[in-house]
């Protein structure tokens, strides 16, 4: 059921189709650029093939959900099983799941073995609860579904400059989470997970071992300040959040640390704990808009002492139409939050309204391509 196509850039699309469409200009005589479902772009697909594709990926994740929610990795993690045996585990109809597991077949998840029986692949593997880079709580339905009734606002949202979310929801995004306790724990389990994959990238990128008393704000369940401990064991460690969440550092007690961190709550819009060597703040900057951003960034500087230094793990959106995941994440955020994607000029100009001064940005090897930049205290020599 496995088929591989190599995957193409948007940039390059967008470049094949420049070129194409040029052609047809200067050859034809014709004055704007028209697109012909069968011609090929440089990869060999067609326009059409490759808008059709896009649009199927909205079923390819709503699957991806479905056979994570019915717990199919799980069951066929110790080995192949017939198709009868997973509907019966699951509580499936089994002709339908065949069909749903033929689908994800055709994207390398699950494979139908010559005898009928069902088996893993390495991207079914990451779908188990049990994996040690798990992406079940990603897929869950009630995350999904939430998503869905924002991505219903988008249209709206686009045509208004308003957030799809607010417009879906009636509220904002952090405020509707501290106010259902079920959504609050799917976001962050969310987030523990897709963080998971990025934390030890950066605990390597930035030299934590610098600093004596380092505080990650808005570090949600302690990810990071585990592959950060386990980098550099010295270090003392604050967590600190909204008092629902550091009330479940999971990820702390995971890897045997709570004894290690000092779990702090509070409102980062309010203030921030004063005397820390670095103020470090991973996807948090991006959820705000400039005005809020400016003053979660002013209570660091006015909490910072001479020599302290703040960090911000952001994605640094790069230019143009080179691909980048995070344009991405950029609408994700939109849809969600009055946040967004910066890039390093929007940097500059956030740190300096908060009186900090960028000092560099260092690129990290997390998959999501997320980079550290961090500032001074404007007037700190
Ligand atoms: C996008 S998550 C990032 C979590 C974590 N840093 C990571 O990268 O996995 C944003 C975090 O900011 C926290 N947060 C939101 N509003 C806050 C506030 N006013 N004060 C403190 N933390 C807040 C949320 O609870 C959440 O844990």
Not at 179 to 192: C, G, T
Not at 206 to 218: C, I
Not at 238 to 254: C, G, I, K, S
Request: glycine share 10%; aromatic share 6%; hydrophobic share 45%.
């Amino acid at each position: 059921m496995v088929r591989r196509r190599r995957h193409r850039t948007f940039a390059g699309a967008h470049r094949d189709v420049q070129a194409a469409g040029d052609a047809r200009v200067e050859g034809s005589g014709m004055t704007g650029r028209t697109s012909n479902p069968v011609e090929r772009t440089a990869d060999g697909q067609s326009p059409h093939a490759f808008v059709q594709e896009i649009a199927g990926h909205i079923l390819l994740a709503r699957a991806l959900g479905v056979v994570a929610e019915l717990g199919i990795a799980d069951l066929v993690a110790a080995g192949p099983r017939t198709l009868a045996e997973l509907a019966d585990a699951a509580g499936a109809h089994p002709e339908s799941l065949y069909r749903l597991l033929r689908m994800l077949g055709g994207h390398g998840v699950f494979a139908e073995l010559p005898d009928g029986r069902i088996g893993s692949t390495p991207r079914a593997d990451v779908l188990r609860r049990d994996h040690p880079d798990s992406l079940h709580d990603l897929l869950s339905m009630t995350w999904q579904n939430l998503h869905w009734d924002t991505f219903r606002a988008l249209p709206d949202a686009i045509r208004t400059g308003g957030i799809a979310f607010e417009q879906a929801f009636g509220q904002g995004f952090f405020d509707y989470l501290a106010a259902h306790p079920e959504m609050n724990a799917a976001f962050d389990l969310r987030m523990a997970q897709v963080s998971r994959a990025e934390n030890p990238p950066i605990a390597a990128a930035y030299p934590f071992g610098a600093f004596r008393r380092v505080v990650d704000l808005g570090g949600g369940r302690g990810g990071l300040l585990v592959a950060v401990l386990q980098r550099y064991p010295g270090i003392e460690a604050t967590l600190y959040d909204q008092p629902q969440v550091v009330a479940e550092p999971t990820d702390l007690a995971r890897a045997g640390l709570l004894e290690r961190v000092a779990c702090v709550s509070g409102d980062f819009f309010a203030a921030v704990p004063a005397g820390f060597d670095l103020y470090f703040m991973k996807r948090i900057i991006h959820d705000w808009d400039d005005e809020r951003a400016v003053r979660i960034l002013r209570n660091c500087a006015q909490a910072m002492l001479p020599g302290s230094r703040v960090a911000v793990a952001d994605a640094v959106m790069v230019p143009g139409n080179d691909p980048d995941p995070n344009k991405t994440l950029d609408l994700s955020i939109m849809a969600l939050t009055p946040g967004k994607e910066r890039t390093a000029a929007g940097f500059t100009a956030l740190f300096a309204a908060a009186g900090l001064r960028l000092t560099r940005i260092i690129p990290t090897a997390a998959p999501s391509t997320v980079s550290i930049i961090e500032g001074v205290v404007a007037d700190d020599a």
